[in-house]
């Protein structure tokens, strides 16, 4: 559609960020809708983040999502951060106010949640413990929202046993139990739920190496990877007649909220959708 001056404008903030799905996305949505409006990509530096967020109200941008290696950097510059941002330690998604003052929020956990519960839709959160490798931002994102669902037991490993005993202190949780990294297939016994929060079995990077043999028939994988869509991961829990779900969704899922608050129209997630995004991943 042509943009007008009147144009609602938002994007996404990274380093770099030419990888990013989030204006494909968002895209879609902006001409399925007919919105004038447009989200771009925004490429800044580390040491030039504040001052370029601090600049988003004077463009006239609505807001922006927040991706790596920015997280933790925009919970310390916006003006005022929600609950579940300050928990998790990290904001994804920044509202500007009528004001100018910026609002940081966190949507990746909710993102997450709402992708699981749609995608295994008879998993619940009380019919055993789920485990998490990873203890970067992610993994943080994920543990709230599962322990927020009422997980009995969440069980971190991380290669680095150190930084998983961090994530488990902050959070504060008697139901977070860490293990050690070789202990991996072990935490995995009686789980309902496991979940890949790294980068393992990304496009040029190496597989997860994670024996899923431990984990109960009617077990869901979730990988939080979506470039490849089909990781080795996921085709190994297929394999095993696990339900193997993919990362896209979660992508989607934690777009939404931005959307809205930019854009003024709650977007759907259609099959259309998701096939768009999917093309060449």
């Known amino acids: 559609m042509i943009l007008t001056g009147e144009a609602k404008l938002a994007g996404v903030i990274g380093w770099p960020v030419g990888h990013s799905r989030s204006p494909r996305l968002h895209g879609w949505w902006l001409r399925h809708y007919g919105i004038d409006g447009?989200?771009?990509?925004?490429?800044?530096?580390?040491?030039?983040?504040?001052?370029?967020?601090?600049?988003?109200?004077?463009?006239?941008?609505?807001?922006?999502?927040?991706t790596v290696p920015h997280k933790e950097a925009a919970l310390a510059a916006v003006d005022v951060a929600d609950d579940h941002a300050r928990?998790?330690?990290?904001?994804n998604t920044v509202i500007v106010r009528e004001d100018?003052?910026?609002?940081?929020?966190?949507?990746?956990?909710?993102?997450?949640?709402?992708?699981?519960v749609?995608?295994?839709p008879n998993w619940t959160p009380e019919a055993g413990p789920a485990v998490i490798?990873?203890?970067?931002?992610?993994?943080?994102?994920?543990?709230?929202?599962l322990l927020d669902a009422g997980v009995p037991e969440l069980r971190l490993v991380n290669r680095t046993r150190e930084r998983a005993e961090q994530l488990a202190l902050a959070l504060g949780d008697a139901r977070l139990k860490v293990m050690p990294w070789l202990a991996r297939a072990a935490a995995l016994e009686g789980a309902t739920l496991a979940v890949?929060?790294?980068?393992?079995?990304?496009?040029?990077?190496?597989?997860?190496?994670?024996?899923?043999?431990?984990?109960?028939?009617?077990?869901?994988?979730?990988?939080?990877?979506?470039?490849?869509?089909?990781?080795?991961?996921?085709?190994?829990?297929?394999?095993?007649?696990?339900?193997?779900?993919?990362?896209?969704?979660?992508?989607?899922?934690q777009a939404r909220p931005g959307f809205a608050a930019w854009f003024g129209r709650e977007p759907e997630i259609t099959p259309e959708l998701r096939a768009f995004l999917a093309e060449g991943l």
Do not use: K, W
């Not at 600049?55 to 609505?62: I, K, M």
């Not at 100018?100 to 699981?116: K, T």
């Not at 490798?133 to 929202?145: L, T």
């Open 196 to 253: 890949n929060t790294t980068t393992q079995g990304m496009r040029s990077q190496p597989a997860l190496d994670l024996d899923l043999m431990p984990l109960p028939v009617g077990a869901a994988v979730f990988d939080c990877v979506y470039a490849p869509l089909e990781t080795p991961l996921l085709t190994a829990a297929r394999a095993r007649g696990l339900i193997a779900i993919d990362g896209l969704g979660m992508l989607i899922h």
């Open 87 to 91: 928990r998790i330690g990290a904001v």
């Open 118 to 120: 749609s995608s295994a």
């Open 133 to 145: 490798v990873g203890a970067g931002g992610a993994a943080r994102a994920i543990a709230v929202a």
């Open 100 to 116: 100018g003052a910026l609002e940081g929020r966190n949507s990746d956990g909710l993102g997450f949640y709402a992708h699981l």
């Open 38 to 66: 447009a989200y771009l990509p925004l490429a800044v530096a580390p040491e030039q983040f504040a001052q370029v967020l601090r600049t988003l109200p004077h463009l006239g941008f609505r807001g922006a999502n927040i």
